[in-house]
């Protein structure tokens, strides 16, 4: 998993509630033989019409919104399917942090497996991030998961609350494997023991 | 004086090569096992996260699931989509990995369960994992074999090791002798009736007693490969000179110094005298009849000379299940289960794909023919099986009985390629799961032994094989 540091990147307004994996991924594309490639069909149904041709008014269609990094949203993002297809289509777009005021549990959960950082924050800042966010690609804004700290392009800061364990996971870009390898030394050892006690495995 | 250990004991402690406060470890994998289904979006993972394959040497992959088993099968036109995007992903991934590869060309392809073995992957006291359930087979070696999820195929890859807990000891013996026409296949089918689907949760099955012992490896693989239906995580069977004989020249086994290395090592895998088990559960091989399945789980397992149950001799919430299985199966309460009449014959699967059950097959099917009405096929589990059945002219018995003779893959054992039962076609099946749609939608299957399934397709109708063996004798 690639590691999550400071990040300093444009910020999309998705003022909708409950957005459901369905809406983030439909079920058409979970018959691949991918985690990438997903991307495209990030919100597909709201992205493109029936023919596939995008939908212009749609947020991450709009020229100045193309390489959004962080999603702002509104209420219960995430809420549907455990399906890990809809963080893998996140992941895949380039969007790296989504911001809210609530997440469903096992996309919040399925976030961090995948290098995204979800933000749970009051209403008011949500408010606020979202006003930013509105502004295009001239407000970047800034989130600094070390200092649990967003800044908004006029300069203001937003503090977060993040599990400690979870933090230091996406920090050192740790997942399961990541943790594992943490321990390579161990296994190195063990390899070289069986190197000699058991040569023919 | 250290304490008695049971064999899944010192297989486990020789493979901890990490242990956390809460008890759990970093079991590391000897051979990692890989088809084409399980593993496209583990292989993804790993270039997403560039990452290399830990140790290729100790990976080795093979096209199984969803390869066409007809011949000319190598133009992908005969491929479904999905099927075709998934083995060229596996081909893709092999290369680009550097693991060991046995193409849909290579005559050594097959099911993956048994081209590990016959390469000699497969040895005694190693722990081999595989992104499927039925790695159980490999514990027939004494090896702790078990089935895994993606994300672990992806973290055996990275790091060939798994986060794991050690699970409780469990023995299976089966003492005395088997009667005659009663095979591996009955054997475990009849274990998996006495202990239900989920005797074995929780647990790793050690099988053991007299009957264990006359087993040949091809035998004991088929036993250890229903470990799973029984619940178990996975079976063993203490390795021995059967277990030697069959794994030295196979061209993966050790040679030479290392071979007698191994060999002092692999002796001493066994349970040591007055090792504890958390359940015991014991079966008389004299007691053990040919076996078929009525219903829709394994474990619904009765002998040949029995009838269709009824809801009502079940208890708890097997009553409705059993009522359901009646009806999805088309039975009617109190029928023999010999006036059960089948559509169609299926030889082949990990389960009993293998040389021995095909030649079991082959011996019943001699000179006769399939009943009117009945189709078949015979698929061998692996190329060097087919081949090796050629060479023993039991392509020609079965095409003679008006069975066809397929190339090796899993085919109808989970209907992933063409091979399929239609709605309603009933099917006397030498596979491992008698699931609902297993075999093709609404199709039902029987689960029995290579001989049962080869008798049933010649009267058009289950049958005690020991009767056609009568008449053979008289
Ligand atoms: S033969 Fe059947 S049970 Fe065995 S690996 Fe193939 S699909 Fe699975």
Redo the contacts between chains.
Sequence with gaps: ??KFEKLTGIAAPLPLVNIDTDMIIPKQFL?T????GLGVNLFDEMRYDREGNENPDFVLNKPQYRDTQILVAGDNFGCGSSREHAPWAIADFGIKCVISTSFADIFFNNCFKNGILPIALPQEQVDLLMKDAEKGSNARMTVDLEAQEITTSDGEVIKFEVDAFKKHCLLNGLD??GL??E?AG??KS??DK?ATE???? | MTAPKTLYDKIWDAHVADQSEDGTCLLYIDRHLVHEVTSPQAFEGLRMAHRPVHAPDKTIAVPDHNVPTTPGRENPEQMTEDSRVQVAALDKNAKEFGINYYPVTDVRQGIVHIVGPEQGWTLPGMTVVCGDSHTATHGAFGALAHGIGTSEVEHVLATQTLIQKKSKNMKVEITGKLKPGVTPKDVTLAIIGATGTAGGTGYVIEYTGQVIRDMSMEGRMTVCNMAIEGGARAGLIAPDETTFEYVKGRPHAPKGAAWEQALAYWKTLYTDEGAHFDKVVTLKGEDIEPVVTWGTSPEDVLPISANVPAPEDFTGGKVDAAKRAIEYMGLEVGEKLTDIKIDAVFIGSCTNGRIEDLRAAAEVLKGRKLAPGVRGIVVPGSGLVKAQAEEEGLDKVFTDAGLEWRMAGCSMCLAMNPDQLAPEERCASTSNRNFEGRQGYKGRTHLMSPAMAAAAGVTGHLTDVRELMELEDA
Excluded: G, H, L
């Design positions: 998993m690639e018959k033989i991918k985690r990438s399961d494997i594992t390898m321990k161990a296994i063990f390899e069986m058991r040569p023919w495995v």
